[in-house]
């Protein structure tokens, strides 16, 4: 999907995905053509860094384990239903690389990193894996993490509201057709709740 979505120029900067959906090809794609990535992995994930002050090297929980206290802050991935969805973060850049050397679109220097998600409550960790811009801060980064949460609510409105997954289909391209129509519905449903929400033009 996303390699179509690159072959056709859908304009876009960024990918964020859960682990579920794993790493490797992926990653290999977006850095070709020369797009930023968050994407989820699991504790075992191994990473190592080199030529940044910071030496890791291992796991992403025995990285998490190591790393000081004082190099966790507590960053807003957005608003959700009950206020600022606050977590602890910690952002370990892993290496400087030059986007020539994967044959990337644009040329110039990315830096591969570990973001780490530390939920407040019960201390529960999640990893991703980054690729961004050299100087792009840790709060862009949470920040396009945070975007899932919208797409995750969306995807559970149209299963509620419009039936997403109430089909029976028995092959991939009737799958697909169902899924279409109705991301097409929610689309237009979503632009008309827009303007119907929209602030009234103030009188003169």
Not at 36 to 41: A, D, P, R, S, T
Not at 186 to 199: E, G, L, S, V, Y
Request: net charge negative; hydrophobic share 45%; glycine share 8%.
């Amino acid at each position: 999907m996303i390699e179509r979505a690159i072959a056709s120029d859908v304009p876009f900067s960024w990918v964020a995905a859960d682990s579920v959906y794993g790493v490797g090809d992926i990653e290999m794609a977006l850095k070709r053509a020369a797009k930023g990535y968050v994407l989820g992995v699991n504790a075992n994930h191994p990473f190592n860094s080199w030529g940044k002050p910071l030496a890791v090297a291992g796991a992403a929980k025995d990285i998490a384990e190591a790393l000081p206290e004082n190099a966790w802050r507590r960053l807003s991935t957005g608003d959700g239903t009950k206020g600022a969805r606050l977590h602890d973060w910690v952002y370990v850049e892993l290496a400087d690389l030059d986007a020539d050397d994967f044959d990337a679109t644009f040329p110039g220097i990315w830096t591969r990193g570990l973001l780490i998600r530390c939920n407040i409550a019960d201390g529960d960790l999640a990893f991703f894996s980054t690729w961004c811009p050299i100087g792009t801060s840790m709060e862009k980064l949470v920040a396009v993490e945070g975007h899932r949460w919208a797409i995750e609510d969306s995807f559970e409105t149209a299963k509620n509201e419009l039936g997403l997954d109430h089909n029976e289909t028995r092959s991939w391209h009737g799958w697909h057709r169902h899924v279409s129509l109705v991301m097409l519905a929610f689309a237009m449903m979503a632009t008309i709740r827009h303007h119907a929400n929209a602030a009234p033009p103030q009188k003169a």
